[in-house]
């Protein structure tokens, strides 16, 4: 290889590179536009805001589910399949409520836990509507409405928390997946 081909295979490279790190902080933005100025995964201060409130820092999906208890459809969120490993966090307010390991495969269409993260993590509520005695699950931090939490689920609780994955934002494990993540 001659001194020219090295040149342009140097600046090919950097060039790459370059595209490569700009890319990363603009997706990175677009992320963080969407969460309120309420949301942090860190701050576990109770966030009381009323509807009209939430209005303005939700997106019509996520305030649907967290403000009016709205349901989506069966099967069609986008976590009730996933099998990643990582952190499901509340889409409203960033709440740490349920790790992967405490999912499980349910064929009822929504994303399924056996035990939130934590006892706080979530609170409940009896819920009568339509004709039924269900238990509420609300997120612990912002009270947003999350699913209903069932006594059909698997060891070790016998719970199966049914939950929108409309109101979940979903983080990979970072440092305890690195292993796991180099087999594939
Ligand atoms: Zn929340």
């Known amino acids: 290889m001659n001194w ?3 040149i342009i295979l140097s600046l090919s490279i950097l060039v790459s590179n370059c595209t490569y790190s700009q890319q990363e902080p603009k997706n990175k933005n ?3 536009q969407k969460k309120s100025d309420v949301y942090s995964r860190t701050d576990t201060s109770k966030v009381n805001l009323t509807n009209e409130e939430w209005k303005g820092r939700l997106s019509p999906e996520v305030y649907n589910i967290a403000r009016e208890k709205g349901t ?3 099967f069609t969120g986008k976590y009730w399949n996933s099998k990643e490993a990582g952190t499901y966090y509340c889409a409203a307010c960033g709440n740490p409520l349920f790790v992967s390991d405490a999912k499980f495969e349910s064929s009822c269409g929504w994303p399924s836990f056996f035990e939130p993260i934590t006892k706080g993590s979530v609170i409940y509520a009896p ?3 339509h004709g039924m005695h269900r238990t509420e699950v609300m997120c612990g931090r912002c009270k947003a409405h999350l699913g209903h939490v069932f006594d059909d689920g698997p060891p070790p609780t016998g719970l199966r928390y049914c939950i929108n994955s409309v ?3 979903f983080d990979k494990a970072k440092e305890a997946d ?3 993540k180099g087999k594939h």
Do not use: G, V
Request: charge should be negative; avoid cysteine; charged fraction near 40%.
């Open 4 to 6: 020219r081909n090295l």
């Open 30 to 32: 677009m992320e963080d």
């Open 72 to 74: 989506e459809y069966a």
């Open 178 to 180: 690195k292993n796991f």
């Open 167 to 169: 109101i979940l934002d």
């Open 127 to 129: 819920d009568n509507t």
